[in-house]
Structure formats: structure tokens, C-alpha cells
């Protein structure tokens, strides 16, 4: 039996629209916090596959979502290219050796070298298929990646930036070392999306958190085309894993998109009727309520209630328009799966 | 004789196509750095009317820009409504007490009271006009302010922000509160800017930077209308003045876009041909190259070549998208004025 969520991001007809949230196994459950907290830290819950595979699970059974995200973190991928991750109290992610130049790049451990030493997050993905086929109830496994362009961010700068100017700098002033950077991170991510496949994942997301930090003119250079590869590259050997394409921010572009993948992620700043209008003929569309509009139930039914006007059941998956926040109230998060539920006739 | 600038902004045909750049008196010039040290630090300077204005007129100077702005910040209004700004050194602003309820607006300073007590502000734009008469260039002199919606984000987070968490969670579950903030800080702006055009500025111009933390069906409710309101007081009072509007990362919006002002200011993410088509006719338009592009001669020369084909010198000022960082090379910035002189034939 096929799952529906996997049909409804092939476009398929489904008995309803199914709904799930980024980053659903998250801080605002208490049961996340309690098994992180006995993980000790963040990284290591994402080194732990029995602790990562529990939080994937918790929204199932809280909020009553109809897929499941693979707990990990996207710069999982360049630590284990040798870039030495650590998450400060905090402070977010920090790299302590920042790329600056080709010998950097050169040091860096580069294609199946670098994915297979992932075994955590396939252990983890093993577990959860077992754990999932148990249950029966034909839930999907979503497992996902950064994009390159994303990932690169976090490699030139050692941390989250406001600017970006470290990596534009580097875009504008030497297009060549971000290329080369580019190119040996989608290496690395098109075997680790394949090793995730083979471990059991249903579908594949591709983040690309940080698109609107790049002109429109230049996005496909530094950005889409190295995502599109990574799609082109799993759906020649792997036609059936949908690939769900997820460019935040960067709703300018909408007119250029291209490429071979099943579903595009619409974030919360892009209105779905535009989104629509743009790529409903040609993909699936995911999303795409404001994330903040999880503080206030009415605010929740307004813009389920608008989204499911615009998309009419129809080639649509529900989510957020990006990754709910730590203070939302679980009782809020129910409530929007709850609306879509009940809006989509389930 | 009227001002090349002022007539460009008001959509008369002018010589060539003026260019100034936004955050042009600022860290990437010496000259600026040392009048900065001098007055120990960022906000003595605002508060200093002789220090502003000579950081005011450098880079007419040094770069060549066609036009001056108000050397000042946004948050000199709340501050003034008594909410206690510091700046910690790297840590950018914060108030100490930021909003959470009625009584805290209650507290705030509001109105003339408010706008009156920003004396520093007004005596600065004094001297400027006296300075900028003597030399005779008919350089324009811009004044500006902060949108209330960015000005609120402040008052309500108590600093910068990367979710804006609390101030979304205020506009979801108790916007009558968010509106209250809003309408007592637009009060003040208006009378804040009346009371710079009486100084002497030649145009307004207003800076929505965090436009882009709204979805587009709200922006309207929680700010554009507030923009709006303040052109409209103003140009009813004194039509010759031009006025800019700036909502900066929120292209989706600009099929909404309405009111009476002059220029609309285009953000460096959204394609200048996508500005023209939507508001060309209507608005002229200012702008756009992505900032970061000034990190190099030859992208900058690309990036001013596109923007001269698109808008063919009609109904158009060159500008940055947004403010120039810190770290360019002041010969870069140079570049980027030249270039846009030598295709506009200046």
C-alpha cells in the first residue's frame, strides 16, 4: 500500500491533504526537551539514534501530523568533512576553522569518504523504518539535507551571520573558491541523500534556509543549480523518492525555476495564490503559514481556512512557511494540523 | 534653481540620473571613523549637531554622491519617548524597558512633547543648510525616519532580532496593543518630520527596514498604512517636498503598493525590472544594487550597466539597496558612483 503523503507529492489524488510542520520534532514539546536533556546536548541527541529517532516520533503520536522529519541537523555534513561542529550554550553553530582559501577546501574530506561517516543518521533512519512499519499506519519518513549554497554560508563564516558579507565577498570578489566549495559540498550531499535513500527514507527535502541571502540574478549560479543536480542525481537512479525542493525567501525567482524534482516548498513571505500561479502546473506546492501564526488560534484558522481557498485540495501539501518556534503553545501546533485536517475533509 | 536631485525625485527629466547611496556617512570612510572616535562614540555623535553634519557632507566629497543625508538613527524617536537607548560596544542598540502592555505605551512620551525634545536633530539639518547653501552645488539634503513598524520592533523586542518572535506573538494575539505602539509612534514621526522639513531638508525619506518580517497579507494593516498616513501629512502640507518610501524584502507586496508619495525605494532582492513593470508608472524609482557587489569593480560595473538598460534613465535615482558595509573599499564605492554617472552621462 502506498503511503499517501508519498502520493500526494507525486501528485497524485489522496483521500485528504496531509500536513506535518518544519521542524516539528523541536523545543516546543516537552517531551523533546526531556530526551535532549538527557542526551546531554544538541549534538549528540543528532549522534544518538535511538534518542533521534524517539523525538522524530513524538509529533506522530502529540500533534497528529501525517509525516515524520528525520531528526539531524544540516551541518552534520560539514563536520564530518573534518570542520570540527560544535554548538555553544546559546550561540548557535560555530566552526572553529572557517574556509578561506584552496588549501581549506583541498583539506576537506570530500565525497564517500565524508557520507559514509554519517552511520549515525542512517542508524537512525534504520531504526525509525522498523519503528514506522511497526505502527502501520503508513506515516512517511522524510529525510533531508542542507543545500550546498545553505552549508557553504555556515563554512566561510564558522557561524550564523546577519550580512553574509564574509561568503559575498567571496561570491563577488572570487566566484571560483565558492564554486569550488559549492561543488565538493554537493558532492558529498548527492552520496549522503543516496545512503539516506537506501537506509529507508520515503522522500527527500532539500532546505535551502538561506536563498534570500543571494540577488535573484545570481541565485541559480551560486544556489538552484547545485540543487537541481543533487535532485537530478537521486531521481535518475531513485524515480519513485519524491523531492521536495524548499528555497526560503526568494519568491523573485519563482519565475526561473527549473529542474527535475516533485514538490516546491512555498515559505510564509511568498503568497500561495502567487506560488500558484508561478509553479502549481508544474509542481506540487508545500506550505505555507506564518510560522508566528501558531500564537494565536484564530490567526491559525484564518490562514488555514485562506491557504485551503487558494490550493483547493489539489496538487497541495499543508506545513508552515518555515520552522515552528521554540514558545508556541503544543495546544496551538494541534490546532493547525487540526484546521488542515479538518478544512482538507480528513 | 531647483535641485537635480528633488526634480529627479519628483519625476521632472534631469541631466543625468542622480546616485547617493544609503549608509553613505558611515564606517567604511576614515574620515568618518575619526569624527566618530572624537565624539566617543555612535550615539554622541547623533547627539552632536557639528560632528553630524561634517559626517553628513564627507561623502559628498570623498565619493561624489549627488545628494546628502541626515547623518542620525532611526531610534533617536523612541529614545526621546523616554525609552532610554544604549549602544553596547558590538552589540548594536537596546532599550532597557522594552513595551509589554498598556501602561508601558501610557508611559511613553508622545506627540510634540516627543518630536520637540529632538533638538540635536533639527539644529544639525540647520547647519546643514547653511553649509550646503555656501558651497553651491545645489547638493539636495535627504532627512528620514524610521517606518513605526521598524521603529515598534525595537520598542517591543528591546533589540535587534532575528524572529521577531515577540513582536509577532503581540501582532497575532493582541494587535489592538501593536496598533496602540504604532499609532503613538506615528504621531511623533509625523511632527518629527514636519519639523525637519522646517529645518530645512529638501526630501523624506522613510526606512521600513524590517518590512520583510511581515507576510504580505498583513504588511498593509501593520505598516504600510502607517507610511502612508505620514506621506499624506505631510504632502498635504507641503507638496513640493518630495517623499521616499523604502519597505525593504517585500516585492510580493508591490502589487498592493498605494499612496501618495514620490519615489519608491527597491530593496537589492527584487529585480528592478519586476519594480518597473509593477510600480514604474506610478512611483519613481530608486536603487538597486546589492551592496555586497561593491566587494568588486567589475560586478559593480555589471550590476549598474543592468539597472541603466532596465530604467534607460527615465524616472529613475541610482542607488545601493540597501546600506554599504562597513568593510568596502572607499575606491569601490567611488567606482560605483562614477559608473553610475559615466552611463547616465553626467
Chains 1, 2 share one sequence.
Request: glycine share 6%; net charge negative.
Amino acid at each position: 500500500m502506498s503511503k499517501i503523503f508519498v502520493d500526494a507529492c507525486l501528485g497524485k489524488e489522496t483521500p485528504y491533504t496531509p500536513v506535518w510542520m518544519m521542524r516539528q520534532a523541536g523545543r516546543y514539546l516537552p517531551e523533546y526537551m526531556a530526551v535532549r536533556k538527557e542526551a546531554g546536548n544538541f549534538l549528540n541527541l543528532c549522534h544518538n539514534p535511538k534518542a533521534a529517532a524517539e523525538v522524530t516520533i513524538q509529533p506522530l503520536d502529540i500533534v497528529g501530523v501525517d509525516a515524520a522529519i528525520l531528526f539531524s541537523d544540516i551541518l552534520v555534513i560539514p563536520d564530518e568533512m573534518g570542520m570540527d561542529l560544535s554548538f555553544l550554550q546559546g550561540e548557535g553553530p560555530k566552526f572553529s576553522d572557517p574556509i578561506t582559501c584552496d588549501e581549506d577546501i583541498d583539506r576537506l574530506i570530500g565525497g564517500d569518504e565524508a557520507a559514509s561517516k554519517l552511520t549515525y543518521v542512517f542508524d537512525t533512519i534504520k531504526l525509525l523504518r522498523k519503528r514506522l512499519d511497526e505502527r502501520g499506519d503508513e506515516i512517511a519518513l522524510i529525510g533531508f539535507t542542507g543545500a550546498p549554497w545553505t552549508l557553504a554560508t555556515y563554512m566561510i563564516e564558522g557561524q550564523g551571520t546577519k550580512t553574509y558579507n564574509i561568503c559575498k565577498k567571496m561570491m563577488y570578489s572570487n566566484p571560483d573558491l565558492l564554486h569550488k566549495i559549492l561543488k565538493k559540498v554537493t558532492e558529498v550531499v548527492k552520496l549522503y541523500m543516496e545512503k539516506q535513500i537506501q537506509a529507508g527514507i520515503d522522500v527527500v527535502q532539500i532546505f535551502d534556509s538561506w536563498a534570500s541571502a543571494i540577488e535573484t540574478d545570481k541565485y541559480d549560479e551560486f544556489s538552484w543549480s547545485y540543487m537541481v543536480e543533487i535532485a537530478e542525481y537521486l531521481k535518475e537512479k531513485y524515480p519513485e523518492i519524491p523531492i521536495i525542493m524548499f528555497p526560503k525567501g526568494i519568491s523573485a525567482f519563482y519565475d526561473k525555476v527549473y529542474g527535475n524534482f516533485d514538490v516546491f516548498g512555498v515559505d510564509w513571505a511568498t503568497p500561495m495564490a502567487l506560488a500558484k500561479e508561478k509553479l502549481g502546473d508544474k509542481y506540487v506546492l508545500q506550505g505555507n503559514m506564518e510560522p508566528c501564526r501558531l500564537y494565536s488560534k484564530e490567526m491559525i484558522t484564518e490562514s488555514v481556512e485562506n491557504i485551503q481557498k487558494v490550493m483547493g485540495s489539489k496538487r497541495h501539501i499543508f506545513n508552515l512557511g518555515h520552522g515552528i518556534l521554540p514558545d508556541v503553545p503544543v495546544e496551538n501546533a494541534k490546532h493547525f494540523v487540526s484546521e488542515c485536517q479538518r478544512v482538507s475533509g480528513k
